[in-house]
């Protein structure tokens, strides 16, 4: 079993930065590929951002991120990142760290096996 703790969201003006962490439980994290997904009122869950478990894969959403973001992860500290630059309004949403035990995860939810419960990121203009 995993448990997946998410930190970092929080109120920020248009063209800030935020920098989301989750910390994972389990001592074989560097075998998991974790994504970031996030969920804005009314609409469906969409993918962010995914990492290899070895960290030397990533994967963005173009359409979402369009170079703004950057996830990394560290092995000794069972942590994955979202660094969110030059955040808009329309990135408002809840961020869900997700955890895959097959090494390098998907852009589909069902990729998943254990999620944490959301960090609530806001964007004011």
């Known amino acids: 079993q995993v448990q997946l703790v998410e930190s970092g969201g929080g109120l920020v003006q248009a063209g800030g930065s935020l920098r989301l962490s989750c910390e994972a439980s389990?001592?074989?994290?560097?075998?998991?590929?974790m994504g970031w997904f996030r969920q804005a009122p009314g609409k469906e869950r969409e993918f962010v951002a995914r990492i290899s478990g070895s960290s030397r894969r990533t994967y963005y959403a173009d359409s979402v991120v369009k170079g703004r973001f950057t996830i990394s992860k560290d092995n000794a500290k069972n942590t994955v990142y979202l660094q969110m630059n030059s955040l808009k309004p329309e990135d408002t949403a809840v961020y869900y760290c997700a955890a895959a035990t097959g090494p390098f995860g998907s852009s589909d939810s069902d990729g998943y096996n254990y999620w944490g419960q959301g960090t609530q990121v806001t964007v004011s203009s």
């Open positions: 389990g001592r074989t994290f560097s075998s998991y590929a």
